[in-house]
C-alpha cells in the first residue's frame, strides 16, 4: 500500500509555511512552548506514518500501526522525561496538560459494608451491590474482551484475571481501591465481567478463524451490500493465525508465558498505581488515553511475542512495538517506585506473603520436575 510520503510531505510543508510567514508568533511563551511540542510530536508522527518499519499488521491500514508504534516512542519519551523530574516538578508538570492536575486526591474505597443484602436499609436492601455498578463493571467486560482477542488463549486469560483478583487482596494494604468486597473480586469481576469477556472473546477468535479471507478490491464488486460489507471486513484482520502457546513443551516456552503473565500483571497494577502517584483522578482522560494507546499497541506487540517465541530461526529479534510496550511498561513502574516509594515498601501481611513463597516454590518444584527431572 502507497505511503504517500510526497503528499504528506507537501501538506506539512505548507502547513509549515503558513505558521512561519503569515502567522503573528504570540508574545506567550508558555502558549508557544506547548504549541511548539505539540508540533514537533505531530511532525515525528508524519514521519513515522510515512517512513516506520510496518509491523505484522495490515488492516484497517499499515499506515494506522505505524501511527501507533511512533504514539508508543512518544509515550515512552514522555515517561523518561517525568522519571528525571524531582517528586513535585514530576506532579507540576501534569498541570501544563490540565491545570486540574497537580492536587492529592483521595482514593474511593470499595470496601465497607460487604453485606449483599442488607437488612438494616428497609429502602434497598441491595444498596451495596448497586453502589459497585459504576463505569468499571462495563470496563472490566470490554478490558477482558479486548484481552483474550490479544492473547488468544483462555487458559492464560484466566489465569492472568484470577492472578490480578490475587494481587488487589495481596496490596490493599497500599491503595485503598483494592480493597473490595469478597463478592465483588470474585462474583462481580471475575465470573461476571471477567468470565464473560473472555467467553465473548473466545467466541469471536473463534469466528476469525473459521472466516474466508478473500480480499477483493473495492470497485471490482458488483453490489452495494457487497461494497459495504466488503468496507466492514476491512476492519478484520487480513488473515488469522492462531496461538498456540503450548508452555509445557519447552523451558523457553514455559520461561517466556510466565514473563508475558508477569508483564500483562504489572502493566494492570501500573494503571492503578501510576494514576495515584500522578494524582489523577480515575475518570480523568488522561487514564483513558492510557487504556485505548494499550488497547492499540497490545494486540501488536502479542503478535510480535509469539512470533519471537514459535519461529526464532526467521524472527531473529523481538518486534519493534513488543520491544517499546516492554520498556513502557517498565518506565511506569520505575516512576511508581520514584514516586512514592513508602507506599511500594509498605510491608506485606506475614500470612500473604507466605501465600506468595508458596505459590512461587510450587512454580519452580513443577519446572524442575518437567523440564530436568522427568
Excluded at 56 to 67: C, K, V
Excluded at 130 to 154: C, E, N, Q, S
Excluded at 221 to 235: L, M
Excluded at 335 to 344: A, E, S
Aim: overall charge positive; aromatic content about 20%.
Amino acid at each position: 500500500m502507497r505511503a504517500h510520503t510526497l503528499t504528506v510531505l507537501f501538506i506539512l510543508t505548507c502547513a509549515l509555511v503558513y505558521i512561519t510567514l503569515l502567522e503573528e508568533t504570540p508574545r506567550d511563551t508558555a502558549y508557544n512552548t506547548k504549541r511548539g511540542i505539540v508540533a514537533s510530536i505531530l511532525v515525528f508522527l508524519c514521519f513515522g506514518v510515512t517512513q516506520a518499519k510496518d509491523g505484522p499488521f495490515t488492516r484497517p491500514h499499515p499506515a494506522y500501526w505505524r501511527f501507533w508504534l511512533c504514539v508508543s516512542v512518544v509515550y515512552e519519551l514522555f515517561l523518561i522525561f517525568i522519571l528525571f523530574q524531582t517528586v513535585h516538578d514530576g506532579r507540576q508538570f501534569m498541570k501544563y496538560i490540565d491545570p486540574k492536575l497537580g492536587v492529592p486526591l483521595p482514593e474511593r474505597d470499595y470496601g465497607g459494608n460487604c453485606l449483599i443484602y442488607d437488612p438494616g436499609n428497609t429502602s434497598d436492601p441491595f444498596h451495596n451491590v448497586w453502589d459497585k455498578m459504576d463505569g468499571f463493571v462495563p470496563a472490566h467486560f470490554l478490558g477482558w474482551y479486548i484481552k483474550t482477542l490479544m492473547i488468544r488463549d483462555w487458559w492464560m486469560c484466566m489465569i492472568i484475571s484470577v492472578m490480578f483478583e490475587f494481587l488487589e487482596y495481596s496490596l490493599e494494604h497500599q491503595l485503598p481501591n483494592f480493597s473490595e468486597c469478597w463478592w465483588d473480586h470474585w462474583i462481580m469481576d471475575v465470573l461476571l465481567c471477567n468470565s464473560f469477556g473472555i467467553y465473548c472473546g473466545m467466541k469471536t477468535l473463534g469466528w476469525l478463524s473459521m472466516k474466508p479471507y478473500q480480499w477483493q478490491g473495492l470497485w471490482n464488486i458488483p453490489t452495494y451490500k457487497d461494497k459495504i460489507k466488503r468496507i466492514a471486513f476491512q476492519f478484520t484482520p487480513y488473515s488469522w493465525v492462531k496461538f498456540e502457546w503450548r508452555p509445557a513443551s519447552s523451558l523457553r516456552r514455559w520461561l517466556a508465558v510466565l514473563g508475558i503473565i508477569f508483564m500483562f500483571l504489572l502493566a494492570e497494577l501500573n494503571t492503578f498505581y501510576l494514576k495515584f502517584v500522578l494524582w489523577m483522578p480515575p475518570e480523568h482522560y488522561l487514564v483513558l488515553l492510557r487504556l485505548v494507546y494499550f488497547v492499540n499497541v497490545g494486540g501488536v506487540a502479542m503478535r510480535e511475542i509469539y512470533d519471537f517465541m514459535d519461529d526464532p530461526k526467521f524472527h531473529k529479534k523481538l518486534g519493534q512495538q513488543a520491544w517499546l510496550v516492554s520498556a513502557i511498561t517498565v518506565t511506569e513502574f520505575l516512576i511508581v517506585v520514584k514516586y512514592d516509594p513508602k507506599t511500594i515498601m509498605l510491608p506485606i501481611p506475614f500470612f500473604v506473603m507466605q501465600c506468595w513463597f508458596l505459590g512461587i516454590f510450587l512454580i519452580f518444584i513443577w519446572t524442575l520436575w518437567r523440564f530436568f527431572i522427568r
